[in-house]
C-alpha cells in the first residue's frame, strides 16, 4: 500500500491506500483507536488477507495521531472529529464505500451516520469490537488511567502509551515504536480523553438505523458488557451480522486471515 495525503480544511489526512482507486471498485476505508495509533499499522496484517484486485482499501490516521502531522489545533470534540472525518469521506473514491473502525472511532462514525450525510453514502459498516456509549460511561475509570499515562508521556517526553502490533514485520515494528514514543502524550491524544466522557454522553442514545448494514466483530473479553448494555451497531438489517470471537480487544491482531474472510463476505452480498 502506498502513502498519500488528503487535505481538508481542518488538516492533512495521511492515508496508505491502494496503488490506484478505481471508481468501479468498493472502497473499504479504516479507522483505528482512540489516541495515538494508526490505522495503518494497527490493521497491517488484515490488509494482507484482502483482495486489493477487489478492493480500494484505504487506512486512515486521524489528524495528530499515527503518520499524520499535527495541524493547527482544534478541541477534540466530538463535533469536530465529525466535521474532519466527514469531510474525508467525502473525497473518497470508488463504487461503493464502507468503513471499518475498531474501537472508539466507531462513537465518531455513529455521529457521522446520524448526521445524515448528502456529500457521501455508506454503503456498509463493519466495528471490530466497537466502542459502545452506555458500555464506556460505565467504564470511565479505563478513560482516566489512559488520560493519566498520556500526561505522564507529555511530561517524560520519552513515554509510549499504546500498545504495538506484535505481528507487524521488523522494520514497521521499529518505525511504529518511534512515531508512538514521538506522538505519546501529544495535545490531540490528551484533548481527546479529555473530551470522552461528554463525546459519550452526547452519541448514548445513537443507534445505527435499520437502513444500513452492519458487521459486529465482537471480542469474548468485552461481550457480556454488549450482553448487558445493548450493540449499538448491530440492528435488523436482513444483511446485519453480529460474531464473536475468542481474544483481547485488537482482534485484528489475532485473527485477521478470519476477519478477512468475515469482511469479504459482509462486503460481497452488498455490491
Given at each position: 500500500?502506498?502513502?498519500?495525503?488528503?487535505?481538508?480544511?481542518?488538516?492533512?489526512?495521511?492515508?496508505?491506500?491502494?496503488?490506484?482507486?478505481?471508481?468501479?471498485?468498493?472502497?473499504?476505508?479504516?479507522?483505528?483507536?482512540?489516541?495515538?495509533?494508526?490505522?495503518?499499522?494497527?490493521?497491517?496484517?488484515?490488509?494482507?488477507?484482502?483482495?486489493?484486485?477487489?478492493?480500494?482499501?484505504?487506512?486512515?490516521?486521524?489528524?495528530?495521531?499515527?503518520?499524520?502531522?499535527?495541524?493547527?489545533?482544534?478541541?477534540?470534540?466530538?463535533?469536530?472529529?465529525?466535521?474532519?472525518?466527514?469531510?474525508?469521506?467525502?473525497?473518497?473514491?470508488?463504487?461503493?464505500?464502507?468503513?471499518?473502525?475498531?474501537?472508539?472511532?466507531?462513537?465518531?462514525?455513529l455521529n457521522i451516520l446520524h448526521q445524515k450525510q448528502k456529500?457521501?453514502?455508506?454503503?456498509?459498516?463493519?466495528?471490530?469490537?466497537?466502542?459502545?456509549?452506555?458500555?464506556?460511561?460505565?467504564?470511565?475509570?479505563?478513560?482516566?488511567?489512559?488520560?493519566?499515562?498520556?500526561?505522564?508521556?507529555?511530561?517524560?517526553?520519552?513515554?509510549?502509551?499504546?500498545?504495538?502490533?506484535?505481528?507487524?514485520?521488523?522494520?514497521?515494528?521499529?518505525?511504529?515504536?518511534?512515531?508512538?514514543?514521538?506522538?505519546?502524550?501529544?495535545?490531540?491524544?490528551?484533548?481527546?480523553?479529555?473530551?470522552?466522557?461528554?463525546?459519550?454522553?452526547?452519541?448514548?442514545?445513537?443507534?445505527?438505523?435499520?437502513?444500513?448494514?452492519?458487521?459486529?466483530?465482537?471480542?469474548?473479553?468485552?461481550?457480556?458488557?454488549?450482553?448487558?448494555?445493548?450493540?449499538?451497531?448491530?440492528?435488523?438489517?436482513?444483511?446485519?451480522?453480529?460474531?464473536?470471537?475468542?481474544?483481547?480487544?485488537?482482534?485484528?491482531?489475532?485473527?485477521?486471515?478470519?476477519?478477512?474472510?468475515?469482511?469479504?463476505?459482509?462486503?460481497?452480498?452488498?455490491?
Amino acid at each position: 500500500m502506498n502513502k498519500n495525503y488528503v487535505k481538508t480544511s481542518r488538516g492533512v489526512f495521511t492515508c496508505f491506500s491502494s496503488e490506484e482507486i478505481k471508481q468501479n471498485k468498493p472502497t473499504l476505508v479504516f479507522f483505528a483507536a482512540m489516541g495515538i495509533n494508526s490505522a495503518y499499522l494497527d490493521f497491517y496484517n488484515l490488509f494482507t488477507f484482502l483482495d486489493e484486485s477487489k478492493y480500494n482499501l484505504i487506512s486512515v490516521d486521524m489528524l495528530g495521531s499515527g503518520f499524520s502531522s499535527d495541524p493547527v489545533y482544534h478541541q477534540r470534540t466530538l463535533e469536530n472529529y465529525s466535521k474532519e472525518v466527514s469531510e474525508l469521506l467525502a473525497k473518497v473514491g470508488g463504487s461503493k464505500l464502507f468503513i471499518v473502525s475498531h474501537s472508539f472511532s466507531a462513537v465518531y462514525l455513529l455521529n457521522i451516520l446520524h448526521q445524515k450525510q448528502k456529500d457521501f453514502q455508506v454503503s456498509g459498516l463493519i466495528g471490530i469490537d466497537p466502542t459502545a456509549p452506555k458500555i464506556m460511561l460505565h467504564d470511565t475509570d479505563q478513560l482516566n488511567i489512559s488520560l493519566n499515562e498520556a500526561k505522564q508521556s507529555q511530561k517524560s517526553n520519552q513515554g509510549m502509551d499504546t500498545d504495538i502490533n506484535p505481528w507487524l514485520p521488523d522494520p514497521l515494528s521499529k518505525q511504529a515504536k518511534k512515531i508512538y514514543q514521538k506522538k505519546s502524550g501529544n495535545f490531540f491524544e490528551i484533548d481527546e480523553l479529555k473530551e470522552a466522557v461528554r463525546t459519550l454522553k452526547k452519541t448514548q442514545d445513537m443507534k445505527i438505523g435499520t437502513e444500513l448494514p452492519t458487521l459486529s466483530i465482537l471480542s469474548a473479553l468485552n461481550y457480556p458488557d454488549y450482553i448487558k448494555w445493548g450493540n449499538p451497531y448491530f440492528n435488523e438489517n436482513n444483511a446485519s451480522i453480529q460474531l464473536v470471537l475468542n481474544g483481547h480487544h485488537f482482534l485484528q491482531w489475532l485473527h485477521p486471515q478470519l476477519i478477512a474472510g468475515f469482511i469479504s463476505f459482509f462486503v460481497d452480498n452488498l455490491i
